[in-house]
């Protein structure tokens, strides 16, 4: 058995994404949104890149301008799926890629756990290790080696075909039209 990844995680490097598929006039509404729900203090601001994928226009991709706090990661992720009826989507994902010299580590995942009737915590797996993360308290728990593939997080149960595939990430450099979005948030 592998040693677990440390917590809180070392993504320095990693490209971060949040991904849900609603238009991005919605996620932009949500992501401007977002700070109303954030501790008025320690304030930084947060500049998002963000675009419909050119393979499938249904799914807005937010490029983290660096991994932010690992609650924020998680919780604007989860936020994206809307607090009423129209607004988001029902299937945000978060991925962060890996630079090329932690490529052995792999993509992290995650995604909300939609067994939790709560619907506050979310699912993930970063270097074989799968884990529950729970957004209140900010409580991390590993549920062992290779429980969700990456299959899981894409097509897996409870989730529906989101029809998301992870290679579009590779080449970022072939999507134009990236819309800037800033805002405030804790450091």
């Not at 983290?64 to 799926?81: A, H, I, Q, S, V």
């Not at 607090?83 to 890629?97: Q, S």
């Not at 090329?100 to 939790?116: M, V």
Request: net charge negative; with cysteine; glycine share 8%.
């Amino acid at each position: 058995m592998n040693k677990q990844p440390e917590f809180p995680f070392d993504l320095t490097g990693y490209t971060c994404f949040s991904m849900i598929n609603c238009p991005v006039e919605q996620a932009i509404q949500l992501l401007e949104e977002y700070p109303n729900i954030c501790a008025p203090e320690d304030r930084v601001p947060f500049s998002f890149q963000i675009v419909p994928l050119p393979e499938d226009a249904k799914w807005t991709l937010l490029r983290w301008p660096k991994p932010g706090r690992f609650y924020d990661l998680m919780n604007l992720t989860m936020w994206l799926m809307g607090y009423r009826a129209g607004l988001g989507g029902e299937n945000p994902i978060f991925v962060a890629i890996p630079p090329t010299e932690r490529s052995g580590e792999g993509a992290f995942l995650a995604r909300p756990d939609y067994d939790n009737r709560f619907g506050d915590s979310m699912l993930g797996f970063w270097q074989n290790w799968s884990f529950n993360y729970r957004i209140p308290g900010e409580q991390l728990s590993w549920i062992g080696e290779n429980v969700f593939p990456q299959e899981y997080f894409f097509y897996g149960r409870g989730y529906s075909s989101t029809g998301f595939q992870l290679e579009w990430l590779n080449h970022l450099e072939r999507i134009p039209n990236w819309v800037e979005c800033s805002i405030m948030m804790e450091k």
